[in-house]
């Protein structure tokens, strides 16, 4: 738990935070992690809770794919051929990927980020700029690990707008991993793109990531060791059972306490030795996330906020697997041998059970 020891506990900032959760949206919440077990397979865990029905389907893309996104009346935006096969999962019947891998183990996952503020673009570089519903696709597309990501995205300007289905501009942050278990999170705050290391492998929604990190601090007395009986004036108290290390986890489904509860969960657990068990491990943390249809609903009562789906991504072997909210069933998709079988052309495969 080294990580937890570095950072230190601002409260001001801790009840700020909690203050301004209230003022955003409730109905969209989504958990991303990463695990690297004792033979170095990479696994991503996400799970995708949204309060409408996202229209999911899983798209896989071929290599040397031409791509010119499109910007603000018909303009022609950023051009380019895509270096690399991907897989992702669309929204909308549209490009928009909200989560996805490409052949060479990078993975992205675009989650509900409210208080993003993006920067502006400068009139005179359409050529340059890629609209928002484009870039995972641009990611994957064209980069093999996050130094290449950053330096690429160093270069271009994102047009953020208006989502038809979401009848607003989407307020998004990225976790991205690649196959050597390095993880980043870009986050957009104050008209400035930020790009963050990513020490703790894990990340959910509001507030920003460095605050989620230093909220950890409150946790560090939790551990996976069951406590001792006590002594009280000659009088033996017993602990109350199994798991009394870890009393005062957090158990409900804000981001700070999904976050915190995945980050000890994935330093606590026994380490995996082999990918399937790598794999599993990622099912079952995300299951300690799941969200029933009906347990979280918006004010007006519209919205039922659920986990839709999650995927699990094994980053050394190239398989992407899921499973919906209406299929419990896991599905795996072997990414190498489907590009096989693409011969340049995209193919769209059903998502069993998704809204």
Known sequence: MNFLLRKKNTVYKYILALLTLGTFSSSFACTDFLLVNEKKNVVVGRSMEFGMK???????????????SILSNSKKGLSWVSKYAYIGVTSFG??????????????????????????????????ETIAVEDLSSWILGSFKNLDEVREGLENIYIWFHEIKALKEVPPIHLALHDNSGKSMVIEFLDGKMHFIDNVVGVLTNTPKFEWQVTNLSNYVNLTAVNKKIAHFDGSVIDPTGEGSGLLGIPGDWTPPSRFVKIALLKEFVKKTRTTRENVNLAFHLLNTVDIPYGAIRSADGKNFDHTQWIVVKDLSNKTFSYRTYKNLNIHTINLEKEVQKLKGKRRKIKMIGAD
Not at 95 to 122: C, H, Q, R, V
């Open 94 to 127: 549209s490009n928009l990927i909200a989560d996805g891998m490409n052949e060479k183990g990078l993975s992205i996952g675009t989650l509900w980020f409210p208080g993003a503020k993006y920067p502006k673009i400068p009139k005179d570089k359409a050529e």
């Open 54 to 68: 996202l229209q999911s389907a899983i798209e896989i893309y071929p290599r040397n794919e031409k791509h010119t």
